[in-house]
C-alpha cells in the first residue's frame, strides 16, 4: 500500500564547475545572434556594409533554412583575415576598450561568424581589392574542414546553409518558409531605408524578387520600399538640439494604418526598435489619429557615437541615449512641426501641456482660415498629384491651400439618430459626430482656460461624496494640487472616499461624481502603467490628457436629442475654436461624402 509520497531521488553529488567547449560555447553565443534566417541576413549584411560595400545582393531558399547568402563589392579580406573572421572576438572594428564608447560601425563584438558557423554549413570567399586571389574556407558545425585559394570577384561572398541542421531544437521553432522570408525582406527593407545610396537586391529561392537601386533621395528609396502612395503621404521636417539632428519623414493625419509596422527608426544609421523614440514620434498624433490607427514615419536620428550605447542587446536592435530627454523633445517637437506645416490642423499641432503643468506655446501651421482641414479638402489636394513628377523635383506642397470650410455656414438639414448633425456643403454632405465635436469644443476651452487664467471654478450647492477603489483615490489624493489646477477642489475622506466642492466652471451641470472618477482612475492608470513607459519619460499624465478625459465625460452623448438651437450652438462653438479632424480621444468629427459618389451611386455619372 503506497502513501501517496514521492520518494526524494538519491543526491546526484556536488554540481562540478568545468570550463565549457568551444563548441557550446559558440552554440551559446549563436542562441543570442541566430534566432532565426533574417538574423542571419543581419548580420551578414551589416559586416558587409562595414566592409564599405555600394552594393549588396542578399539570397535566400526556403525562407532561409536552406541558404542565406550575402555578396558584396566591398574591401575583401586575405587569406589570413578571412581564417581570423571565423575566430570568437576577433573584428576589425574594435582596438581599445575606449572603442566601445564611440561605437561607429554596424557589428563590433566579433561573434556572428563564428556564432554562425556552429550551427550551420558555412562557405567565405573573398578577395581583397586589388589582389589577384582571393581565399575560400568551408566550416561545418565549427570547424574547418576546407581552406584554398581562389579566384572569383573583389569583394565578400558568404553562404550559410542548413541552418540549425544540427541543432534539431532549435530548427523547430522556426516557422514557414513564407514566415521566414517575410522577416528577411522586412529587415532588408529597413537596410534599404536607412542607406539609400546602396544597392541592394534581393533573390528568393533563386529568384529576383527585390531590387532597389541606389539613390540620393531617401524619399525616393521610401516610395520604391514603401509605396508611392505612403511617399507622397509624407512630409519632410528637420530639426537639430546641441549634437543631434533629426530628418524626419512623417504621414499627414489622412494617412494611417492598424498597425505599428510602419514606423521605421534609425541611430547612426543603424536601425533600431527604441520605446523612447516611439513614444516620442507617435505623442504628437494622438490628438489627430482614431483611437489603434498608426502614421508611417522614417526618423533618422544622428548623434554624437559617444551620446548613444549601442552595445546594449546582443543583436544591435536597441539602444541606450545618454540624455533621454533631450532626444525624446527633440523627435516629438520634429513630428510637431511636420503636422502643422500645413493647415489639416488649423492653428497647427498643440504641444501637450508639459509633465510640470507649465503652459508650453503651440506652433503654429497658418492663420485662421488658411489651408483646410485634410477631411474637407478638395481632389485636386496634395495627396492627388501625380507621384513621379512630385518625388523627382522634391516637392510635396506646392498647390495653393483649399479655404476652410466654416461649419456654422452651411445648411443645417438636421439630426440623424440624435448621433450626427448632417450638413450640405459644396461638395455634398458632412456628418458630425455630435459627442466627439462636443468633446473637441470642450477640450479646447478647457485647455485654453487652464492655459490663460487657471480653470475657473463653480462652486457646488451641496458637496458630493464619491467612493472610489483604493488605487483612483491613492493616485488623485498624490495629485491634489495638480487637480486644483484643473478647477476642481477635492478633499479626501477616508481611505476611499473624497468629497467634492467644486468643478469647473466650463462643465457646470456634470455630474460631479461621474467626473472625478474620470479623474482618479486616469490616474491610476498611469501609476499602473509606469514600468512600460519609454525608458527616461517620466509617467506622468499631462494636463491636456487630464482635460481631455474631462471633456470626454462632459460632452453631449450618442443618443441625446438636441433642438435646433442645440445644433447651431455646436456648430458655431467649432468655428470658435482651432479645429482638428479628431476628438482628444481619436474618434473623427467630421466625415465628409462626395457628391460626386453620391451621384455615381444613383447613376448620374
Not at 91 to 104: F, G, N, P, Q, V
Not at 207 to 229: G, I, M, Q, Y
Not at 487 to 498: C, I, L, Q
Request: hydrophobic share 40%; aromatic share 4%.
Amino acid at each position: 500500500m503506497t502513501c501517496g509520497f514521492v520518494a526524494t531521488p538519491p543526491d546526484p553529488g556536488r554540481p562540478t564547475i568545468r570550463v565549457l567547449s568551444d563548441d557550446l560555447v559558440d552554440q551559446i553565443a549563436a542562441g543570442e545572434v541566430v534566432e532565426r534566417p533574417a538574423s542571419v541576413a543581419k548580420e551578414l549584411v551589416e559586416n558587409a556594409l562595414d566592409a564599405r560595400a555600394g552594393r549588396i545582393r542578399l539570397e535566400v531558399r526556403d525562407g532561409g533554412l536552406a541558404l542565406v547568402a550575402v555578396s558584396d563589392d566591398g574591401i575583401g579580406m586575405s587569406a589570413d583575415e578571412a581564417r581570423l573572421a571565423l575566430r570568437r572576438h576577433a573584428t576589425s572594428k574594435l582596438e581599445r576598450s575606449e572603442d566601445l564608447a564611440a561605437i561607429r560601425s554596424y557589428g563590433f563584438r566579433g561573434e556572428a561568424l563564428p556564432a554562425i558557423a556552429s550551427v550551420s554549413t558555412l562557405r567565405l570567399r573573398s578577395r581583397p581589392r586589388g589582389a589577384a586571389e582571393g581565399v575560400e574556407i568551408r566550416v561545418e558545425g565549427g570547424v574547418v574542414v576546407d581552406a584554398r585559394p581562389a579566384g572569383g570577384p573583389e569583394g565578400t561572398r558568404i553562404e550559410v546553409s542548413d541552418l540549425f541542421a544540427r541543432v534539431p531544437a532549435r530548427r523547430k521553432f522556426l516557422k514557414s518558409p513564407q514566415t521566414e522570408w517575410g522577416h528577411v525582406a522586412d529587415w532588408a527593407a529597413r537596410v534599404a531605408l536607412a542607406r539609400p545610396r546602396l544597392h541592394l537586391e534581393l533573390v528568393r529561392d533563386d529568384r529576383p524578387a527585390l531590387v532597389w537601386p541606389a539613390t540620393s533621395d531617401p524619399l525616393a528609396r521610401v516610395a520604391a520600399v514603401l509605396s508611392e502612395a505612403d511617399a507622397a503621404a509624407m512630409v519632410r521636417s528637420e530639426r537639430e538640439a546641441g549634437a543631434a539632428t533629426l530628418h524626419a519623414l512623417v504621414s499627414r493625419p489622412d494617412r494611417h494604418r492598424p498597425t505599428a509596422e510602419g514606423l521605421y527608426l534609425f541611430v547612426n544609421g543603424r536601425p533600431v526598435r527604441d520605446r523612447l523614440l516611439r513614444h516620442a514620434l507617435l505623442e504628437p498624433y494622438r490628438d489627430v489619429l482614431p483611437r489603434g490607427r498608426f502614421p508611417t514615419a522614417v526618423l533618422f536620428l544622428e548623434l554624437s557615437p559617444g551620446s548613444v550605447d549601442v552595445n546594449v542587446h546582443p543583436a544591435k536592435w536597441e539602444v541606450r541615449f545618454a540624455d533621454p530627454r533631450t532626444i525624446h523633445h527633440l523627435v516629438s517637437s520634429t513630428v510637431r512641426d511636420a503636422l502643422g506645416a500645413r493647415s489639416w490642423l488649423r492653428g497647427g499641432v498643440p504641444e501637450p501641456l508639459s509633465p510640470g503643468w507649465r503652459a508650453v506655446p503651440a506652433q503654429t501651421g497658418g492663420g485662421e482660415g488658411e489651408g483646410s482641414d485634410w477631411a474637407l479638402a478638395r481632389p485636386g489636394d496634395a495627396a492627388a498629384d501625380p507621384m513621379p513628377q512630385r518625388i523627382a523635383e522634391g516637392l510635396f506642397e506646392t498647390r495653393e491651400p483649399t479655404p476652410g470650410l466654416r461649419f456654422s455656414e452651411l445648411r443645417l438639414l438636421g439630426q440623424l439618430r440624435c448621433t450626427y448633425l448632417v450638413l450640405e456643403s459644396p461638395a455634398g454632405l458632412l456628418l458630425v459626430d455630435q459627442h466627439a465635436a462636443h468633446e473637441r469644443v470642450l477640450y479646447e476651452k478647457l485647455r485654453d482656460a487652464w492655459r490663460e487664467r487657471g480653470v475657473v471654478r463653480q462652486p457646488l450647492l451641496l458637496a458630493a461624496t464619491v467612493t472610489m477603489d483604493p488605487a483612483s483615490h491613492a493616485a488623485l489624493v498624490a495629485r491634489e494640487h495638480e487637480v486644483a489646477d484643473l478647477g476642481f477642489e477635492v478633499e479626501p475622506f477616508g481611505e476611499s472616499t473624497v468629497v467634492v466642492r467644486a468643478i469647473p466652471a466650463l462643465l457646470a451641470g456634470r455630474d460631479p461624481a461621474d467626473l472625478v472618477r474620470s479623474l482618479a482612475d486616469e490616474l491610476a492608470e498611469a501609476e499602473r502603467s509606469s514600468g512600460s513607459t519609454a525608458a527616461g519619460v517620466r509617467s506622468i499624465v499631462p494636463a491636456d490628457h487630464l482635460l481631455a478625459t474631462l471633456a470626454c465625460h462632459s460632452a453631449r452623448r450618442k443618443g441625446e436629442a438636441l433642438d435646433p438651437r442645440e445644433q447651431r450652438a455646436l456648430l458655431e462653438a467649432l468655428d470658435e475654436i482651432p479645429f482638428a479632424p479628431c476628438c482628444p480621444h481619436g474618434r473623427p468629427v467630421a466625415v465628409p461624402f462626395d457628391l460626386a459618389e453620391i451621384e455615381r451611386r444613383f447613376g448620374r455619372r
